[in-house]
């Protein structure tokens, strides 16, 4: 557990190594542009895409970086709309506090709001293909597609053999 009161300067990534060395590792293993981001955010800081000059610090493709570290490292973090699609990211500081101090919860409950979305996404997906092409279709492609699975596990169990 870190104590924020020990903490008296920005956190860098050399001052987690002694004071949280499970960060230190988890942000190690991030991509440069995302660990960066994540560093100004438990900073306190807010970002956005370059230009729009209402956050702490502006960032070239902000969105993407930000997208990547909610789906592919289930980073908690907050967006507020600014004005019509302008949007800035942050973390609260629970959110910060957790990061630290609860990191499996708050990974566990990001990992599933994202596989939530994508399953609403893909849902909205099938839909539009069965108001498309029909129900008969969207049976027809399931079956081919349980076909190609049920071929697919069968000719690697075989290779196991």
């Known amino acids: 557990m870190i104590n924020f009161n020990d903490i008296h300067s920005l956190i860098i990534l050399e001052s987690l190594e002694v004071k949280a060395p499970e960060a230190f ?6 991509e440069l542009e995302q660990r960066k981001l994540l560093l100004a955010w438990l900073n306190g800081l807010s970002s956005s895409p370059i230009g729009r000059g209402y956050a702490d ?5 902000e969105d993407a970086i930000s997208s990547s570290l909610k789906t592919r490292y289930f980073i908690e973090f907050e967006s507020e709309r ?5 949007v800035r990211h942050f973390m609260t500081y629970q959110q910060i506090f957790d990061f630290f ?6 990974r566990k409950r990001v990992q599933s709001s994202v596989y939530a979305l994508r399953r609403i996404n893909k849902d909205k997906a099938y839909l539009k293909d069965i108001k498309e092409r029909g129900e008969g279709w969207a049976f027809e492609r399931v079956k081919l597609l349980a076909e190609r699975l049920q071929a697919s596990n069968d000719s690697e169990n075989e290779k196991a053999d």
């Open 82 to 86: 600014i004005s019509g699609n302008y």
């Open 57 to 61: 610090i502006e960032i070239d493709k």
């Open 101 to 106: 101090n609860d990191r499996d919860t708050q």
């Open 25 to 30: 590792s988890e942000l190690l293993a991030i």
